[in-house]
Every structure is written in structure tokens, then in C-alpha cells.
């Protein structure tokens, strides 16, 4: 079986996506595996006219690709079963496997959360799941085909949120039903077996995971390549290593050049713009000090013998091919000399890049 894995190198919106499908694309009967995060990834895939956001289901979906959340996920049943429709009604037929341990979120989540959000949550819940069942207050996608245990469990859940006001639960309920019971949906434990080619799918950059970021803006996951580890044992990975050509941050959180001048265009079908929990999206010149910095923390990635740096939004930043390192800036004369020297300071020698209004459009620099 072959490996692949698709890591953000920053704080998100690297186009991790974009990259997934596609090795999808490239790929013989492949299955997309969510290793970390959950709901709260937002990752843009376009694909002959249809444009969709994933974030229940995997970026390789539009090529027939299945997905897998992982039990290191969480899942949140009323947005699941909305991405779903869209999906059908767009004419395909997603096929998605859930572990049996992976965390569902409940209305009670949400609502704490985005009473509390003030480090960049989007607001979704997966930080309050997480924070919920580290104090054993659990509820797993398993519970939802145990309707007497479920029903138990999510009051007290109730109860673990004192401050939380009576909710109405109706459409979760109906949501958890709908899952339990739909065709495009199976229960399993373990990585689904009968696949040529997986490919692991970041949910945030390596700069926000839980042990590299700067706390408390992180989120309660290993982006990295830990839970990867432990799902394949010793096989060997690839590792496709995603960056934009310049620094994002969504919401609040340090990034470093910001007080350097830029004339980085807007995106006009950013995905990620604004949002009344996270805030608004930053944009500022790449610091190649902190992609450094963020292979340094991984071991396995560092140390992989098979790695590809993939440099997204290149047309971004049309005569602005800059970039800082060890905090000085390094001006480049055109966008092949941008990523060539960027690949070099990492220690990269295979790039990949992408340009164009959506970014979906990827060359290989040989």
C-alpha cells in the first residue's frame, strides 16, 4: 500500500485541498484519510465548474475517492449531513467511512464555544469536544447505533455544561439518526482495507498544532505527522509539504512581518475571509524562519527521505517575489527563483506549485 500525506506547513489556508485532490487525480483506487482536526477545516476544491469547501468529508471526494475520519477526529452530525446533501445534489455520491471512537460534537459544544472563542476558533466546537471528553464526559460516533446510550450520555454532557442554556436538540438528533442510518456512511475501527494508495489529509497547519504552535492559539490536535505514525506503523511516507507564497493567519494569534510594507493581492474567491469568531484573515510576506521551524519540531518529517515542497497562490504576489529568512528580506527575480530558493533554505529539492484565481492549477519545477 502506498502513503501519502498532505501537511500545511503554516497557520492554514495552505491549500492542503488542492494538493489532496490532486493525488487523487493521479491516484488508482485511493482513500482520503482525515488524521487530526475536524469540522473546522475549510478546504477548497474546484473541479470542471463545481466549486466545493470541504469539511466532513475528504478533498479527494469529487474524484470518487472515499474518506476516512479518523478516530484522532471529531464530527459534527448536522454539518455532516448538510455537506452530504450539497454533494448528492451536486451529483455525486460520497462514500465515507467513521471511525467508531471518534468524538461527536453536540449543540452543547458549539454553544460554549462560541461563547468563549477569543484564540481564532472558528466557532464549531472541535476545541470543547475535545476539552469535554478529556474530563470523560464522552460521546463517540459508535454511541449514535446505542439509542438508550446515547440518549444518556448527551444529558450529561447537558450537565457538563452548567452555564449552557436549555437547547433545542431536534436537528441533531434527527442528523445523528440520518447518519446512523445512510447508505453513503459505514462504522469502522481502523484504517478501511481494499485501497491501493492512501492519502493522509491535514486539517491545519503545522504552526497551529497543539505541540508546535504558540499556545493558546492552537488547536487540540497534532497536525503533524504523529497521528499518521501511528496508523501505518513503519511504512514509509511521502510527504507533500503545502505553503502559500506568503504568510496567512486567520484571526487572532502572533505572525511574525507584519510590519512590512506588501502589495499582496486579495483573492477574490478566498474561501476564508472573515468570521465573527475567528476574525479576519491576515496576510503578510512568507518568513521561511518559520517553515523551518515547523519541519525542525517534526522529526519524521524532517528525517523523511521522500519530500516535495508544494508552493500555492503564486499569481498573489505578481511583482512582490519576496520572502524573509532569519529575519532579513530576500528579494528573488521571478516566481522560479522565489520557490528554488525557498526549496533550498528547507532542504527540498522536489517542488511542486499552483497559480491561478482558485489555485488549482499545479506544476511541477524540474
Not at 440520518?178 to 469502522?188: A, N, T
Request: charged share 15%; proline share 4%.
Amino acid at each position: 500500500m502506498k502513503y501519502q500525506a498532505v501537511i500545511g506547513l503554516g497557520f492554514g489556508d495552505e491549500g492542503k485541498g488542492l494538493m489532496t485532490d490532486y493525488l487523487c487525480s493521479q491516484a488508482h483506487n485511493p482513500l482520503v484519510v482525515r488524521f487530526s482536526g475536524g469540522q473546522q477545516a475549510g478546504h477548497t476544491v474546484v473541479l470542471d465548474g463545481v466549486r466545493h469547501v470541504f469539511s466532513n468529508f475528504g478533498s479527494g471526494t469529487l474524484r470518487g475517492a472515499s474518506s476516512y475520519f479518523s478516530a484522532y477526529c471529531t464530527i459534527e452530525p448536522a454539518g455532516l449531513i448538510h455537506e452530504l446533501s450539497v454533494l448528492l445534489d451536486q451529483g455525486f455520491q460520497p462514500h465515507l467511512f467513521i471511525d467508531g471512537n471518534c468524538p461527536v460534537t453536540t449543540p452543547y459544544d458549539i454553544y460554549a464555544n462560541q461563547q468563549t472563542a477569543q484564540h481564532g476558533s472558528c466557532g464549531v466546537g472541535v476545541g470543547d469536544t475535545l476539552r469535554r471528553e478529556a474530563h470523560f464526559y464522552s460521546l463517540t460516533f459508535a454511541d449514535l447505533f446505542y439509542p438508550w446510550v446515547f440518549t444518556q450520555k448527551l444529558q450529561q454532557i447537558k450537565q457538563f455544561y452548567p452555564h449552557v442554556p436549555t437547547l433545542c436538540v431536534d436537528n441533531f438528533l434527527e442528523c445523528c439518526d440520518l447518519i446512523s442510518h445512510s447508505p453513503f456512511i459505514d462504522k469502522c475501527y481502523g484504517l478501511p482495507t481494499g485501497y491501493e494508495e492512501v492519502i493522509f489529509e491535514g486539517s491545519q497547519g503545522l504552526l497551529l498544532d497543539q505541540h508546535y504552535g504558540f499556545f493558546p492559539h492552537v488547536t487540540r490536535a497534532n497536525t503533524g505527522s504523529k497521528n499518521i505514525l501511528a496508523l501505518t506503523g513503519d511504512a514509509e511516507i511521502e510527504f507533500y509539504l503545502i505553503s502559500r507564497a506568503y504568510q496567512t493567519r486567520h484571526g487572532a494569534g502572533p505572525m511574525t512581518n507584519e510590519h512590512i510594507p506588501h502589495n499582496i493581492s486579495k483573492n477574490p474567491a478566498e474561501t476564508n475571509v472573515s468570521n465573527r469568531y475567528q476574525g479576519n484573515f491576515r496576510r503578510t510576506l512568507l518568513d521561511v524562519s518559520l517553515l523551518e521551524y515547523a519541519l525542525e519540531k517534526d522529526t519524521a518529517i524532517r528525517t523523511a527521505a521522500d519530500k516535495t515542497l508544494v508552493m500555492t497562490c503564486l499569481d498573489h504576489i505578481q511583482n512582490e517575489y519576496r520572502f524573509t529568512y532569519q529575519q532579513q528580506v530576500v528579494c528573488c527575480q521571478n516566481e522560479r527563483d522565489f520557490v528554488t530558493k525557498i526549496a533550498a533554505l528547507l532542504g527540498i529539492k522536489k517542488i511542486f506549485f499552483s497559480f491561478s484565481p482558485e489555485s488549482q492549477f499545479l506544476q511541477q519545477v524540474t
